[in-house]
């Protein structure tokens, strides 16, 4: 339904040159809120109405950078620092690996952000009420014929000059447009309601069907019942039946150099210890020696077992023997095992092995001091001021 108040007077031309034409001349008039509808592009449009670069590359140029500096930042991190992951050896923060994601995600934000710019912000969507619509105008202007459409908005806008204006550049047809009036839906209705009960119900129902039952019935089951081996599990398809595989022997992953004296219970060499006993790794080799050592050494390393006669019990490890091996010696046991004990390779990583040779030097000295240690603590003792030895 149309109301009297006015928001333009369209005008219909018969060829493109006229459109063009009285594009230009509306221009030059000094009207600056109009409009062009036609059915094809036409050349030459955009200076004729004095149009200038469309903001809408703005939009597609900051959501566009925005996607792919977002999603770069969030591989890097991802893969880098909250879940490192090698994968086929490469390192963690593998530049050329996260270039495809994120030229598909600029490529993504970008386009999706033109066209939701397009729609909310150029077209005033979702406004439905656009004046010119159903109009005889629009039909016209959707075929065959240009046209063109002043709006009352302007300030020197007149009716009656407006009509004249037109009809002195070849009009062929002159309409009124008015504005519509205003409909409001009022959304909690009954029947409404009713419906969106009912697409819930559906919706919902739908969904626990197809994902417990649907897809436990052939063919849908492919997903449940796959032909692999879960950690942990029995198979036939190896000898041994065991699922999980040991690397092939001799295998050496990139970056990794395999510890030189496999299997040597007495090698002529010996490793150096590449760590420094801070309070970081000491801490480290404790947690790491009550876990693995101290059931059969004790927890100080006296031979004091914890497991009470169920496993040979270890020797102490504050013997002179003992205390007389390099730390690479002491590695070497650790890693290829020695009498009773077994390797600890699989079980512990180099960087923990070499903690826990610390920490197993700091329990040696404990039991056996040396007199720089009682005037290290006598010195400790006069600058604290503090009694500092229980």
Known sequence: METKNLHSVAALFDTPEKIINAANKVKDAGYKKFDVNTPYPVHGMDKAMGLGQSKIGWITLFFGFSGAIFIFLFMGWTMAMNYPYVVGGKPFFSFPAFIPITFEVTVLSGSIATIVGMLAVFFNLPSLNDPIQDSDYLKQVSTDKFGILIQAANEKFDKEKVVEFLKSLGASTIEYIYEPEKEEFKILQPKFMVFLALVAILTSGGTYVTLNKLMYVIPFNWMDRQSKSNPQSETTFFHDGFAMRMPVKGTIAKGFMPYPYQGQAQPNEVLSNPTLPTKEILELGQRKFLTFCSPCHGNYADGNSRLRGQFP??????????????????????????????????????????????????????????????????????????????
């Open 313 to 390: 019990p270890g020797p102490t490890l504050h013997s002179d023997k003992i205390i007389g091996y390099s730390d690479g010696m002491i590695y070497n046991i650790i890693t290829n095992g020695q009498n009773a004990m077994p390797s600890y390779a699989y079980q512990i990583p180099r960087e923990q092995r070499w903690a826990i040779i610390d920490y197993i030097r700091v329990l040696q000295r404990a039991q056996n001091p040396k007199p720089s240690d009682f005037q290290a603590i006598s010195q400790l003792k006069k600058e604290s001021g503090k009694n500092v030895v229980n």
